[in-house]
Structures are given as C-alpha cells and as structure tokens.
C-alpha cells in the first residue's frame, strides 16, 4: 500500500531574510503525492489515540496530568483538512458549534472541505472565515457541533515554556513533537500573510503541521497555531499566538460566511476524491487503538470495537485485560481490502507486568475491520504469541 510522507517541497510563499541567507516560509499545505524523498523533516510519534464519538465525548486532560495524557487527550481534538485537489493541512477544535481553527493558506482557493478525525471519521466542513493577510481561517464541521473543545490558553506564553506541536500529516496523523517557546515578539511578512507578535519555537514542525496547535506542554491548553518556518541547517518555527487571532475566529462563528474573501468554490463530496482508501483508515484505526490502551484510555479503545465484540466483552471485563500492560509497540502493520471488510495484520511488543517482573513480548495480530452504521470499527480479531 502506498504511504504519503510528512513532508512537502519548497512552500511557493517565500521571501529572502534579511540576515544569515536564510529563507522564510509559510508552513505549505502538503500535496497528496510526492516523487521524491523528503526535504524537510519533523521527528513523527506514534498515530495518536483516536476521539470520542459524540455519545462518548471526555473532558480534557485532568490536572496535573502526565504528558502522556494531555498528548492522548489534545490529539482527539486535531484534525487533517483536505482540499479537492489532495492537498493536506491541519486544525484543531475549538469551540462547541463544531469549528476548526487552522491557517487561511490551508483552506486558500476552496469553500467546501474533507475533515478526517481522530477517529477515521472523514465529515464535511465549510470554510465560514478566513484571512486575506491575516494566516487564520474558520472551518464548520456540523458532525462535530456538540462535541468538547480544546481549551484556549488564558495567558501568553513564555521563552522557556516546554510545548508539543501537533499536526496531521497523510500517512501519520496527530504527530507530535517537542520543544520550548525560544522566543516570542517575532514579526514577519510572508506575502500575503503579516503575522505579528509571534512564538518562535524549538518543536520541529513541517508543512503538514499548518495549523495545527502549539499546546503548552503542563496544561495542554492551545497557545497557538503552528504556522511557518526558516529553513536553516536547524528549521526554526513560528506559532501565531491565540490572543492575536481568537477574537478574529469567534467573529467568524458568529457570524459564519459575513466576511469570507472571494475563494473558489470545490464541489464534490465523494471521499474517495481525497484520497483515502478504506485501508488506510483501518490500519489507523487499530494502531489508534493500540495508541489507547498504551496510555490507558480505555473508553476509547473500548468505542472503537464492533457490536458484536462488546456484546460478548463488557467494558469492565475488557479495561480489566489490560491492567497489567503497560506500553505497547506497533513494530510493523499491513492491510488488505475484501469486499467491504479489511484484514489488519500487525506485530507488536507489549510490556506486561507479572509478579516475576517486567517482561517484553512480541505479538502478531490479526483484525477484521468494517463499518458499522458508518463508523469504523474493529469486528473481531485474533492472535498469537511469537516465540
């Protein structure tokens, strides 16, 4: 099966900086297929824990939560945004009538496009704001209205505060990456774009990330939105801050469409013209699943199985199963379409916890995977224990 990249060519928005011959770049949108090996990379992390459907929505990241948990719960709430033409950015959720926030050039030249959730959900959204020469749009997602947003950080950010940039780029959605807040008070103009008043960060960040959230590391509330870079031997990045764009954004969802610049208009509505295959959402779906019950969040991986299997498993019985496993490692996962349901065959590595101590065992595993009134979900599986 053919694999997208994190990455992109040379974004077209370019201007030469003053100093240094470095390059300054928005954070391009990625194109669907690329010839070629990567230009520019950002550290990817496992394929985050998926999100809640709306019978199932959980509260944000409990206080003084682990990073494990503000990474599992603020992944939930990321999105990949795609245009007709293929090309790929980010969002994230920010309040309850079912909005994203992302970069205008994310959304730039369409009105109508795909959202793909965490949990391989692909829903339509419509652009309902965006910036002429301000790097921020709008994008409704009906399917989405009522569900819990992520949390608007209520003060600034600092040089030194620890932060995790997230995004979705094909092929590994929800990455995350690390880093600190190394500067703050940038300004640059990337034509069209001025952006005043920025974080400049330590967190690699790629084209795919456009627009995803910089989100403070100890609260997992959003600081901003991760929007360009310089590429240099070492690519520094740079983050919009929420205070200079959320009064912009909830004007735009109070009143949806008033202030939209002249875009144009992408009709067709068939997922199968983004370019995703049923395939690929199944192997997200089970490497999100295993994502889940390493940071143990049961609800969610238990949401992710079919009728059938929670008929025979009741929640308590199944969270019970996996109490004495601790991290689980996805080392390899392959898929394969039959009619409507796909075969997911992977091998892991679990850590499980026995009286004798912490051992390490490796696992081959194998999934039927289906949808079940239009959601993905896990039908059955099997597996066996590799010597």
Do not use: C
């Amino acid at each position: 099966m053919k694999k997208g990249w994190l990455f992109s060519g040379l974004a077209s928005l370019l201007i030469a900086a003053g100093t240094g011959g470095a390059s300054w770049y928005v954070m391009e949108r990625v194109p669907q297929e690329m010839d070629g090996a990567p230009l520019l990379a950002a550290a990817p992390a496992s394929k985050a824990a998926a999100a809640k459907t709306q019978s199932q929505k959980q509260e944000q990241a409990p206080k003084n939560a682990t990073l494990k948990e503000i990474i599992n719960e603020t992944q939930k709430k990321v999105v990949m945004i795609q245009l007709e033409d293929g090309s790929l950015g980010s969002g994230f959720l920010y309040n309850e009538k079912g909005d994203i926030i992302t970069n205008a050039h994310v959304v730039e030249g369409a009105r109508k496009v795909k959202v793909k959730t965490a949990d391989a959900r692909t829903l339509d959204g419509e652009v309902i704001g965006a910036g002429t020469d301000t790097d921020v749009a709008v994008v409704r997602v009906p399917e989405l209205a009522g569900e819990t947003p992520l949390n608007m950080a209520e003060k600034e950010g600092e040089v030194g505060d620890e932060v995790l940039a997230l995004g979705s780029p094909l092929g590994l959605q929800n990455t995350v990456t690390t880093g600190i807040i190394s500067g703050t008070g940038r300004d640059l103009t990337i034509d069209p774009y001025v952006y005043s008043n920025l974080y400049q960060i330590s967190a690699p960040i790629a084209p795919g990330n456009s627009g995803g959230p910089l989100v403070d590391a100890k609260t997992g509330s959003v600081l901003g939105i991760n929007s360009a870079k310089v590429t240099e031997e070492n690519s520094i990045g740079f983050s919009i801050p929420v205070a200079e764009m959320i009064d912009t954004a909830r004007g735009w969802s109070k009143n949806p469409g008033a202030d939209l610049p002249e875009l144009v208009s992408t009709e067709g509505t068939d997922a199968g013209d983004y370019g995703w295959s049923a395939a690929d959402d199944a192997e997200y779906l089970v490497t999100a699943y295993y994502n889940s019950l390493s940071a143990k969040d049961y609800v969610t991986a238990y949401s992710f199985l079919g009728s059938s299997w929670q008929a025979g498993t009741d929640y308590n019985g199944f969270r019970d199963g996996y109490l004495n496993t601790g991290d689980i490692l996805v080392n390899s996962i392959s898929s394969e379409q039959n009619g409507d349901e796909i075969k997911v065959v992977l091998h892991i590595t679990a850590e499980e916890f026995k009286q004798s101590g912490t051992v390490y065992t490796d696992y081959k595993l194998t999934y039927r995977v289906g949808y079940e009134n239009g959601m993905l979900k896990i039908i059955s599986g099997k597996g066996e224990k590799l010597s």
